[in-house]
């Protein structure tokens, strides 16, 4: 099939333009948000295919892939067609509700002209989507091509836009673990931050938008990784960690409590439990390859690409034939 989707979450589109379908991917001259075209950094198949807007009104597109509420409205222009109606749509939603939960509506609430995916089952439950149809598909990640080592007695994180977040991603508890282990930090919008922490550089460094590849091959050299986030989706990099073979030390919130099975790390809603679990890891390498050799077990058991693929496959394909 020719699907359309946007450019948006870097590591789930990843994933999901591995598939066996030709992507079509929005490309406009200055890049923006609704027009980001392929990704940079992150290694995509030739199937993921730019496309301007213009060339849209006269393209195949067998369903639409939406992530953000304005998109519908945007392929409705851009195609000509009516979405939902003269070709099937599935919004994918990434994220957790905001404002009033549990009773946050979501912008797709009440309609009957397309289905909602959600990334996660606590995505699902929380949200209020009244009457529109909607299912689960989980995550699914590309193999990453390193494995632990662990070598270093440092502390990873990968967290976007860590300031502006702040309490979402839990970086006012970052100067805890920084007195554990040094931490790396990477992610989008990281720069800055020790300073923003009143910590000096050599306990907090950032590694700000590092190409997916190289982050993976930086993150298996920490002891261990650190998931401090208290109200968000759950995180690709935090499965991308598990199948690197990183312990995990996480906060009990969201769907981490589904992802990371007791074995493969340490999941707490107190502070000093995790500190614990952290001072634990950098001290004694050889429990913390222990705990990370199951935890890539549990991330490839459950979260393997193969799997995802085979869901997204399964659904395009339901949506497809009921809009026939």
């Given amino acids: 099939m020719n699907v359309l989707l946007w450019h948006v979450h870097g590591s789930w ?10 992507y079509l991917v929005p490309v406009t001259p200055d890049r923006g948000p609704y027009g980001l075209g392929r990704a940079r950094t992150y290694p995509w198949p030739d199937s993921a295919v730019e496309v301007a807007p213009a060339a849209l009104r006269r393209a195949e597109v067998d369903v639409v892939v939406l992530q953000r509420p304005e998109e519908y409205d945007l392929a409705c222009d851009w195609l000509g067609r009516r979405v939902g ?35 996660t089952g606590f995505n699902e439950l929380f ?50 673990f920084a007195e554990i282990a040094p931490l790396d930090v990477f992610g989008m919008g990281v720069a800055g931050l020790a300073d923003r922490l009143g910590l000096p550089p050599d306990r907090v460094t950032a590694h700000d938008d590092v190409p997916q590849d190289r982050m993976h091959a930086e ?3 920490r002891r261990a990784y650190l998931h401090l986030c208290r109200w968000t989706s759950l995180g690709l990099s935090l499965i991308e960690a598990m199948a690197i073979g990183m312990p995990v030390v996480a906060l009990a919130t969201t769907e981490a409590v589904v992802a990371v099975p007791p074995d493969a790390g340490v999941l707490s809603t107190r502070v000093d439990t995790l500190l614990e679990a952290a001072h634990r890891f950098v001290a004694d390498p050889a429990t913390a390859r222990r705990v990370g050799a199951e935890a890539r077990a549990a991330a490839g058991a459950r979260y393997g690409l193969e799997r995802f693929l085979a869901d997204w496959d399964r659904l395009l394909e339901e949506e497809a034939c009921a809009s026939r």
Avoid at 13 to 22: N, P, Y
Avoid at 132 to 142: A, I, L, S, Y
Wanted: hydrophobic fraction near 35%; proline fraction near 8%.
């Fill in 13 to 22: 589109t990843t994933s999901f333009v591995h598939g066996k379908h030709r």
């Fill in 85 to 119: 109606r003269e070709v099937p749509a599935v919004y994918v939603e990434h994220n957790t509700p905001k404002g009033d939960v549990p009773h946050t509506r979501h912008p797709m609430a009440d309609r009957d002209d397309l289905l909602i995916a959600h990334v």
């Fill in 127 to 176: 949200w209020d989507t009244g009457g529109t149809r909607t299912t689960v598909v989980e995550h699914g990640v590309v193999p990453p091509r390193v494995t632990y080592t662990g070598e270093l007695d440092r502390l990873a994180v990968v967290i976007n836009e860590p300031v502006r977040r702040w309490r979402v991603t839990g970086t006012d508890l970052l100067p805890r």
């Fill in 219 to 221: 993150l298996a050299r």
